[in-house]
């Protein structure tokens, strides 16, 4: 059955201490790796992104290179926790804890997912494998988040015209003169300007504006009378 982006499909239910002990004892070690590459493709049927088939190469041939079954154990329980957030079931499955069970308590990390996986099918009322659910379509969505959008203050819808708000009170564009302030100097707009004159200073000298301006005599002054030598007269030539 396909999947839309909002159904899954539901998983099957099983026994975490078969899981993690008498099946893998039982088939020497098979169960284990099919189990791995079922619950991945289950993370993915309920919307998680997941391939399988890599999932099952990085615990079986990417051992040789040590690295990759580590990392693929840490991803596989992020997987499944992003499957309880998309199922809305709280997303209670920790990736550090079943690395750190796989590790240091005998591969106890199977027992730990299946059953944090468990809590999606009982989520559920454990219906038949492979029944439709109902899921977030995102991850966002499965914990409530609603995407908004985002209009500037004052902003109208496309088609119709929009217009500027006034700048906020006591703004004024430029060019405004406050009112009863005055320029220094008795200054008016449009009108020529001219140095105002101090009361009472007197140019020396007698100086009037606008009048022709000469030196004056000094009182009792006379020219020394001089005569060139040998009788001279001027214009007697």
Not at 9 to 17: D, E, F
Not at 90 to 116: D, H, I, K, N
Not at 171 to 185: A, D, K, L, N, S
Request: proline share 14%; aromatic share 14%.
């Amino acid at each position: 059955m396909a999947i839309s982006p909002a159904t899954g499909l539901i998983g099957k239910k099983r026994n975490p201490l078969a899981v993690w002990l008498l099946l893998p004892f039982v088939t020497l070690g098979i169960y284990s790796l099919v189990w791995y590459y079922k619950v991945n493709r289950e993370a993915r049927d309920l919307g998680v992104p997941s391939n399988p088939g890599v999932s099952l190469l990085a615990v079986t041939l990417g051992a040789f290179l040590l690295v990759p079954p580590f990392v693929s154990y840490y991803k596989t329980g992020e997987r499944i926790a992003a499957a309880q957030r998309a199922a809305g079931v709280a997303p209670t499955c920790s990736p550090a804890v079943g690395l750190l069970l796989w590790m240091f308590l005998f591969g106890s990390g199977s027992l730990y997912y299946q059953s944090e996986l468990n809590k999606i099918w009982d989520y559920y009322g454990n219906p038949p494998e492979g029944s439709p659910i109902p899921i977030a379509p995102t991850r966002q969505a499965a914990i409530g988040y609603q995407p908004q959008a985002f209009q500037p203050q004052g902003y109208l819808p496309a088609g119709q015209p929009q217009n500027y708000q006034q700048q906020g009170p006591g703004y004024q564009q430029p060019g405004y003169q406050q009112p009863g302030y005055q320029q220094p100097g008795g200054y008016q707009p449009g009108q020529p300007q001219g140095y105002p004159e101090q009361p009472g200073y007197q140019q020396p000298g007698g100086y009037q504006s606008g009048q022709p301006q000469g030196y004056p005599e000094q009182p009792g002054y006379q020219q020394p009378g001089y005569q060139q030598p040998g009788g001279y007269q001027p214009g007697g030539y």
